[in-house]
């Protein structure tokens, strides 16, 4: 009897320490998952954080610009009469736009483009693009005439 219990006490210790361990690797998973989940939304937060800040800093910078425009306006006004300072203003103003304008086109048909790509892939994203051009294109010399 004594070896018995000998036997039945080393198994008990054993699976005890067994489920001990497993419990411990189970809690050790969610404490990586809970950490992870934690930085991920820490992240978040800053990126936000930036983001905002970013608006602030966007918002400031176009007042400033638009202070600027207005005495650029003034000066050249005063020094090359009312009608032609006006006009040279309203000129460069337009290329102005017209140049951040494209520059935006370009930046959302790159995403665009980067986007078909990696659904699609590189040959079949090449024609849909194409075609969307074409459309596009099409679409715009229709109104045109």
């Known amino acids: 009897e004594g070896n ?3 036997l039945k006490h080393t198994c008990f210790l054993n699976w005890k320490h067994l489920t001990q361990d497993g419990l411990n690797a189970k ?7 809970e950490v992870e989940r934690l930085e991920k939304m820490l ?3 800053g990126k936000a954080h930036k983001d905002l800040q970013q608006l602030q800093m966007s918002e400031q910078e ?3 610009r638009e202070a600027e425009v207005v005495v650029a306006t003034i000066l050249k006004k005063w020094e090359m009469g009312a009608k032609q ?7 460069q103003l337009w290329g102005k736009h017209t140049v951040e304008t494209k520059k935006s086109g370009r ?3 790159a995403v665009h483009d980067a986007l078909l790509k990696s ?6 994203a090449a024609k849909h693009i194409s075609f969307l051009n074409w459309k596009e294109l099409a679409k715009s010399e ?3 005439r």
Not at 119 to 124: C, I, L, N, P, T
């Open 142 to 144: 229709k109104h045109v």
């Open 107 to 109: 930046k959302r048909q």
């Open 62 to 64: 176009k007042k400033k």
């Open 85 to 91: 300072g006006l006009l040279k203003e309203v000129v």
């Open 43 to 45: 992240g978040d937060q």
């Open 27 to 33: 809690d050790s998973n969610h404490q990586r998952s």
């Open 119 to 124: 659904f699609e892939g590189d040959k079949r």
């Open 4 to 6: 018995d219990a000998g």
